[in-house]
């Protein structure tokens, strides 16, 4: 979302929250190294594509609110015809002004002499401590640098505050333009789920399916995947982070695919489970039909003014109670929820906060309570069951079983929007779907 006007927004916001004695330092993410002399394909750090849209490795923002000859400063790469030609285009210091909108643009190779004259007179440094350790360094020689010299009228700040706090605050609640991009993050992926249904069938790898998602993600505007697949057939499927995706699907077994599209640096997490064959077997479907009827609960927890556990809590219930009913727990609904029985089969939360990052940024408690929920967070709603084979006490007939369905919802002023409605969950729905891809 290259949005100079959102960004400078977002900008303004942050530095009315720190006001006129504060500063901004923010470093964008490293270069990280695949194998020997190869990196991995190059993405800004969230945070600070956030504020700035900048793109590039090598660079660090600063905020100073009042500064007469400007407030937003970047230091980054200068333009290099040299190396241009190797790796691509640089915006270099004209381009950060120009493009990104940048008040002032500096070498990143002079930060040392010019960032520690910018921090002089400011009494607090906002900076998240703790995520780069190289550059946390960096910006303690700074302030050591400036104490050393308050003998000489020197005014050092004194005080570093996490960043991270204010930024992401301000990251949880998503805007106009960033729904625009998650829904068409959203839509995206549903198309490669779709498309995953439609060419399963035994006999293909599971890497062959992967293949279709991430063509289909390519195909519509999609540089690459939010996160890597996990596409698991049989026992894989019972497999939380399973990512392999290199066995051959079989007939009677089903398939989970949790895949999400990156669409202008937003995520979509979706996961849908159907049979490989095209047709759920009498088990498949009983269980499939409990984390659905989980799902839907838990969806309709997500409303204004209810608090985020209560979808969790609405999924257990439902879970807890269709496990009784299929005989794999016994005893009270009540008591089997109070000792965590479920967890045998339901391990994990029922969502997480999505946006730039899969795992999004946002506290989920404010103190010991937890947060209520408000227009413009959006979250994943995801149950699940898993059985794996030599499951101790569980009948053969749910062995290799596992299932999750996982949609991405907005907060609206009246309840809530699914993104990712897109694509088929019901299972008449999946049945159907599969069978005129096989006709």
Known sequence: MKNRAEHLR??????????????????????????????????????????????????????????EPGEFIIFCRERDPKMETWDGYRAGLEGAREIYGADDAFP?????????????GREKVYYAMGCNTNFDQQVLGWLNQLKKQQRAGVHAPGEIIALDHLLHEMRLFKSTSEIRSMRRAAQ???????????????????????AEIIHTFMQNGARSAAYPSIVGGGGNSCI?????NSETLKNGELLLIDAGAEYDYYAADI????????????????????????QHAAIEQVKPGNHWNQPHEAAVQVLTEGLVELGLLKGRISTLIKNGAYKKFYMHRTGHWL???????????????????????????????????????VDKKWWNIGIRIEDDVLVTKDGYEVLSAGIVKEIDEIEALMAGAAA
């Open 240 to 244: 939380l982070h399973y990512i392999e």
């Open 188 to 210: 995206i992926s549903a198309d490669a789920h779709r498309r995953a249904m439609q060419f399963s069938r035994p006999g293909v790898k599971e890497y062959q399916v992967e």
């Open 355 to 393: 946006g730039m990052d899969v795992h999004d940024v946002g506290e989920y408690k404010e103190g010991d309570v937890w947060r209520t929920l408000e227009p413009g967070m959006v979250l994943t709603i995801e149950p699940g069951l898993y059985i794996p084979a030599d499951s101790k006490k």
């Open 108 to 120: 990143i190779t002079d930060i040392d002499d010019i960032l520690p004259g910018l921090m002089e």
């Open 10 to 67: 977002r900008r303004k916001n942050l530095m009315q929250q720190i006001g006129s004695d504060g500063i901004v330092i923010i470093a964008t993410a490293p270069i990280r190294q695949r194998n020997r002399d190869v990196d991995h394909q190059y993405r800004p750090d969230s945070d600070f594509f956030y504020l700035t849209g900048f793109e590039e490795p090598e660079a660090v923002a600063v905020l100073i609110p009042g500064r």
């Open 271 to 294: 996961t849908r489970t159907f049979p490989v064959n095209g047709r759920f077997s009498r088990a498949q479907r009983k269980l499939y039909q409990v984390v659905l009827n989980a």
